[in-house]
């Protein structure tokens, strides 16, 4: 069973806007911490956004506040990264992942790739300048 689907992804002029989906299961989205993270060439996968499906405080890498937006609807069980003002350093494969059976409290430390055990396949965002 396909627990998480990401789509979205494309390329742009830096400057641009890309809304990126990730579509989840019940049990992948049901109370759980979501993170989506990204991945350039030889570089390491590192955490952009972490959030609680419930709500709560969400983290944001430095890197992206004030341009990456987070969403969600729970009705679809899917969550939605809004990226705007994008730039040639975000170009990267950028993934969703979750980690089911959490609380708040756990969502608002996580940032390491290895707290999550659900991963989509990715998909590529691409600035060019």
């Known amino acids: 069973q396909v627990q998480l689907v990401e789509s979205g992804g494309g390329s742009v002029q830096a400057g641009g806007s890309l809304r990126l989906s990730c579509a989840a299961s019940t049990y992948t989205y049901s109370a759980a911490c979501i993170g989506w993270f990204r991945q350039a060439p030889g570089k390491e996968r590192e955490a952009v956004v972490v959030d609680y499906t419930g709500g709560g405080n969400t983290y944001y890498a430095d890197s992206v506040k004030g341009r990456f937006t987070i969403a969600q609807d729970s009705a679809k069980n899917t969550v939605y990264l809004q990226m705007n003002d994008l730039r040639p350093e975000d170009t990267a494969m950028y993934y969703c992942?979750?980690?089911?059976?959490?609380?708040?409290?756990?969502?608002?430390?996580?940032?390491?790739?290895?707290?999550?055990?659900?991963w989509g396949q990715g998909t590529q965002v691409t600035v060019s300048s």
């Open positions: 992942a979750s980690r089911p059976r959490s609380i708040p409290g756990v969502c608002a430390t996580i940032r390491r790739p290895i707290d999550f055990g659900y």
